[in-house]
Nanobody, 122 residues
Framework: QVQLVESGGGLVQAGGSLRLSCAAS????????VGWLRQPPGKEREFVAA????????SYADSVKGRFTISRDNAKNMVYLQMNSLKPEDTAVYYC???????????????WGQGTQVTVSS
């Protein structure tokens, strides 16, 4: 199993940037694809981005393509989400999660972090 801790959330103005980090404690972190998902206030959780085990493949929701970039550093057990050109509709609790499934792109996740709040003001 893998334990995940998100950080980097906060309050920013529209058009600003944030970088979220996801730190994993497991030694087998590189065996897992990792996703970022978010839950806007009053709405269901939705997919944001995912990265494959080696980092060679990425997937993004249409709403964030061209603005968000997911990356990973397996040597440091870290996954990042660089968020640029933020919009008020990006306001949500952001979660990182992992999956052992080999299917790409991921369709579900096994382990979740606690979430970090991102608030974008206008």
């Amino acid at each position: 199993q893998v334990q995940l801790v998100e950080s980097g959330g906060g309050l920013v103005q529209a058009g600003g940037s944030l970088r979220l980090s996801c730190a994993a404690s497991g030694r087998t972190f590189s065996n897992y694809a990792v996703g970022w998902l978010r839950q806007p206030p009053g709405k269901e959780r939705e997919f944001v981005a995912a990265i494959s085990r080696s980092g060679g493949s990425t997937s993004y929701a249409d709403s964030v393509k061209g603005r968000f970039t997911i990356s990973r550093d397996n040597a440091k057990n870290m996954v990042y989400l660089q968020m640029n050109s933020l919009k008020p509709e990006d306001t949500a609790v952001y979660y990182c999660a992992t999956t052992r499934l080999q299917r790409w792109p991921p369709t579900g996740y096994d382990y979740w972090g606690q979430g970090t709040q991102v608030t974008v003001s206008s």
